[in-house]
């Protein structure tokens, strides 16, 4: 791990450098990795305090804090109701075999992560889809809950289905916008802040479910204990969102990059014309 890391420190300066150069990132980052391997160079002393030193950076990064807090309270509220997902579907009186296709259906909404994924590559508008992303999932969530009565199978799985189809593409949307606020810096270790933040996260949300089932009803969905925490856990997350202003910085660096190769490129096209008119 701690050659991972060295490497990736001497990389990271490496890419520095490339952009004042105006060369290729590709090519950098493999010449780069090399030299570090070839030559054997370590930075045993100086790893953690790297390390350290970025995860401060990450810390005082405003719009990357944001996301980190949405992300980590609307990835564990997933996570927590997927584990009690067969108590709060019973308790409208529904079987095992009904929450089984509930679950089913919602998995199937892993086709829109693939439309989204596609979007946002053709338009870069990673901060909008994110936006309008979550906002979906707000509603949907609420429609679910709405569809959580007896002998409304129909309509639950519908509601299970837009739910899937709103929230499963959150997932690329949220790394895809966390490596762009927070380039140069490697994306394991600003997507390790995340997943630490999510997996500490479910275990509380996943006890409050529990305590919110045994708590007595306003009245019919969606006016039960769980539906109430369960459409907090994605309000909180989506209101925090609206305040994420985050920069394009990897895409940023990506145009200065192609921007330069393409001067050079046509420096040495006129330089060429030169030597051929000459010869």
Not at 11 to 28: C, L
Not at 44 to 66: F, K, M, P, S, W
Not at 93 to 110: F, K, M, Q, R
């Amino acid at each position: 791990a701690e050659g991972v890391y060295a490497s990736n420190k001497a990389i990271n300066a490496a890419e520095s450098s490339s952009v004042v150069e105006g060369k290729g990132m590709r090519d950098t980052r493999m010449i780069s990795t090399a030299s570090v391997f070839e030559d054997g160079l370590h930075f045993e002393e100086d790893d953690y305090a790297y390390i350290l030193q970025e995860c401060r950076g990450l810390l005082h990064n405003r719009d990357y804090v944001l996301l980190v807090v949405s992300a980590s309270i609307y990835l564990a509220m997933f996570n927590g109701i997927s584990i009690m997902m067969d108590q709060v579907i019973s308790q409208a009186n529904y079987s095992n075999a009904d929450v089984g296709w509930v679950g089913t259906i919602y998995c199937l909404g892993i086709v829109s992560s693939i439309v989204v994924g596609n979007v946002m590559d053709a338009t870069h508008a990673y901060r909008e889809v994110l936006k309008v992303g979550f906002v979906l999932s707000l509603g949907s969530v609420v429609f679910f809950y709405c569809m959580l009565y007896p002998n409304n199978l129909v309509l639950l799985l519908a509601a299970a289905a837009l739910m899937g189809l709103t929230q499963l593409p959150m997932l690329p949307a949220i790394v895809e916008n966390m490596a762009e606020v927070t380039y140069p810096t490697q994306e394991d270790l600003s997507l390790g802040v995340l997943w630490i933040g999510v997996n500490t996260l479910t275990v509380p949300v996943t006890f409050l479910f529990q305590l919110f089932l045994q708590l007595p009803s306003f009245g019919p969905a969606p006016f039960k204990s769980p539906d109430f925490l369960g459409m907090f856990l994605v309000a909180v997350p989506t209101a925090l969102l609206m305040f994420y202003q985050g920069e394009y910085k990897r895409l940023q660096c990506d145009k200065q990059l192609s921007a330069g190769a393409g001067e050079e490129g046509e420096t040495d096209a006129a330089a060429g014309a030169g030597i051929t008119v000459e010869m």
